[in-house]
């Protein structure tokens, strides 16, 4: 079975630019969460996607936005880079809503901004 | 500020040693945890989780043992490998939101020399 798959692998963007990433989910695993893991740090939660609708959001500014397409795949745009938004940018998936469900990881977008 | 928390940053063992984690949680509320494993350039993999219900859980090599009274989790590792080195993430479901979303620690490197 696939595992949770991202692209691009890494992106390259400068200041005020957009950057867009891409997500797919497990095979049927509904909901799709967004981290960002800045270098050194723990992983930081940005948004939660499910069945097409933004269920929640981390303490992230507006322009960290996404959504969540008809067969569960999702996308992260982040606006108007800046220096800091450089980091690995993690999406994980599970199965349905719930509060014990496991998220499994793909393998990370790297963005660097420059 | 961070709920999850890592008492080492990092740890050094020898190959078939014995290793144990440690991470301590600030929310009695959390009732569930998970432990993740994540290598160098790849996206946190999931090694084992636990309910808040459970004090022990064992999975292949591995064991997590939940601590609620002083609320500590600890991931211990037997006969540590090589291939064991990596950054470990304790993780616990965020009680105060709306969402699934998980809150990591910085994490601890566990380093296995041969």
């Known amino acids: 079975e696939a595992g949770v798959t991202q692209s691009p692998t890494h992106l390259i963007k400068t200041r005020g630019q957009q950057a867009t990433l891409r997500c797919s989910p497990i095979?049927?695993?509904?909901?799709v969460y967004w981290y960002q893991q800045a270098l050194g740090l723990g992983l930081q939660f940005l948004l939660w996607y499910d069945e097409g609708e933004e269920r929640n959001r981390g303490n992230f500014p507006p322009r960290f936005s996404g959504r969540q397409f008809p067969n569960y795949s999702s996308e992260l745009n982040v606006n108007a880079l800046e220096l800091e938004d450089s980091a690995l940018y993690l999406c994980?998936?599970?199965?349905?809503?719930?509060?014990?469900?496991?998220?499994?990881f793909g393998p990370g977008t790297r963005l660097t901004v420059l | 500020g961070e709920s999850v928390g890592l008492h080492l940053p990092t740890l050094s063992v020898q190959e078939g040693d014995n290793s144990i984690i440690n991470c301590a949680y600030s929310n009695s509320a959390s009732d569930y945890f998970i432990w993740y494993k994540q290598e160098s350039g790849k996206g946190p993999q999931f090694i084992i989780d636990i309910r808040s219900n459970m004090d022990k859980r064992q999975g292949q090599r591995v064991t997590v043992l939940l601590n609620k009274t002083v609320k500590h989790l600890s991931l211990q590792i037997a006969a540590t490998q090589p291939g064991d080195s990596a950054v470990y993430f304790c993780?616990?479901?965020?009680?105060?939101?709306?969402?699934?979303?998980?809150?990591f620690g910085k994490g601890t490197t566990l380093s296995v020399s041969s």
């Open positions: 993780a616990e479901r965020d009680p105060n939101q709306a969402g699934t979303a998980l809150i």
């Open positions: 994980a998936s599970s199965f349905k809503r719930g509060r014990t469900d496991t998220q499994y």
């Open positions: 095979s049927g695993h509904t909901s």
